[in-house]
């Protein structure tokens, strides 16, 4: 099963009445990075949340966001030494000074200092079992997520892979009749050039030494073989990406190779879009896990 490497998922939990969204988004990476965006009081779980993601996935760049999404109002603390210090400060403003005017509530609650949000400790030990719920729920959205995205991956994989099989038929269709193509134009530019029959003996010869150069049975085999492999990888129930794209390597050498003995117009050609569509493959291979 071949999965996407980009994903979504998320969970709202409940710590100490406080409501918090977990959230888990995935993109491309060669490799596993994990960023993670959390409150100060869930710092003593950042290593449990990475080791909970990289169990359930083998590659990618995800980013955890947890926020607090409870909409009570939130728990203030009067500073009351600083509402005493202003209220003296007034009131030696009139006594010493002579400035006229009284502290009232409305100016004091201007004053946004002498009030502070009441901040929770450090979470728990026992909090992990409510946060590792959320944390498993968000995960399997994500999976179901990659999972669809890679069947789609996979069929277009399919469909582009069957292209190149066809290209690739139509090249071994094609060898035998570029081999005769050459020993026509050979024939007539050598009679051409002499002004008579040419010798058919020497005409054969010349021929064999351009099939034994344009000879790419080889490669052929191999190209099959490569392409039956990628076929069977894109079954597997394990991460295949990275072998994907290996493999997507190979593929390319080999097409290069062929490309490069027939000296035949419409066999480059068919070379040039079998090119082009494994590049398209190969882009779509970076998605997958």
Not at 170 to 175: M, T
Not at 233 to 258: A, H, M, S, W, Y
Request: glycine share 8%; hydrophobic share 40%.
């Amino acid at each position: 099963m071949a999965k996407s490497m980009t994903g979504y998922g998320r969970s709202d939990i409940e710590l100490d009445g406080e409501v918090y969204s977990i959230e888990i988004k995935s993109l491309n990476n060669r490799y596993m990075d994990i960023t993670l965006r959390t409150p100060e009081r869930f710092s003593p779980f950042d290593l449990r949340i990475r080791d909970a993601i990289k169990k359930r996935c083998a590659r990618g760049s995800f980013t955890v966001h947890v926020n607090f999404v409870s909409k009570g109002a939130p728990e203030l603390k009067l500073n009351g030494p600083l509402v005493k210090f202003y209220k003296d400060a007034a009131r030696r403003l009139n006594d010493e000074f002579g400035v006229a005017g009284q502290i009232d509530v409305q100016t004091l609650l201007s004053l946004k200092e002498i009030f502070t949000l009441e901040k929770k400790g450090p979470l728990e030990d026992s909090d992990w079992s409510a946060i590792s719920a959320g944390l498993t729920s968000a995960l399997d959205q994500l999976e179901q997520w990659r999972v669809g995205e890679g069947d789609a991956l996979k069929k277009d994989l399919l469909t582009k892979l069957g292209a190149v099989e066809g290209f690739l038929a139509g090249i071994e269709e094609r060898l035998p009749e570029a081999v005769e193509a050459h020993r026509v134009k050979l024939t007539e530019g050598i009679e051409k050039l002499i002004g008579g029959r040419a010798d058919p003996e020497r005409i054969l010869l010349e021929a064999a030494v351009f099939a034994e150069k344009s000879d790419v049975n080889e490669e052929v085999v191999r190209l099959k073989s490569h392409l039956d492999l990628f076929g069977k990888f894109l079954k597997f129930d394990e991460p295949v990406g990275k072998r994907l794209d290996f493999l997507c390597q190979e593929i390319g050498r080999e097409i290069n190779t062929i490309g490069s003995k027939p000296s035949d117009v419409k066999i480059t050609q068919v070379v040039i879009e079998m090119k082009g569509e494994v590049e398209k493959i190969r882009e779509q291979v970076q998605n997958i896990e």
